[in-house]
């Protein structure tokens, strides 16, 4: 069972910059696509941005495309979202994810929500105009 933590959230000005960070344990990190989703109140959680298991391949919601950067580093278990020119409409609580079978592309986790399952506390984003 893999475990999720998400940190780097937190309250900033529209146009601003943060990092999202989310660190991964339980399972062999490395061999996975991971995803990061965010939810508003009274709606579904959303897939915004995967990347393949190797760092090759990522994907982006037309929402955050050419603002927000998704990155991994196996070596330390942990997925990254860069946030730049942050709107309003970016605040929301942010969870990552993996996809539940090894060696993927995170294209199933963008298209239809497929995840391992496990989610972690999630980090809650403020964007203030």
């Known amino acids: 069972q893999v475990q999720l933590v998400e940190s780097g959230g937190g309250l900033v000005q529209a146009g601003g910059s943060l990092r999202l960070s989310c660190a991964a344990s339980g399972r062999t990190f490395s061999r996975y696509a991971m995803g990061w989703f965010r939810q508003v109140p009274g709606k579904e959680r959303a897939s915004i941005a995967a990347?393949?298991?190797?760092?090759?391949?990522?994907y982006y919601s037309d929402s955050v495309k050419g603002r927000f950067t998704i990155s991994r580093d196996n070596a330390n278990n942990t997925v990254y979202l860069q946030m730049n020119k942050l709107k309003p409409e970016d605040t929301a609580v942010y969870y990552c994810n993996s996809e539940p079978r090894p060696y993927g592309l995170g294209y199933d986790l963008m298209r239809i929500g497929q995840t391992s399952g496990s989610w972690g506390q999630g980090t809650q984003v403020t964007v203030s105009s």
């Open positions: 990347i393949s298991w190797n760092g090759q391949k990522t």
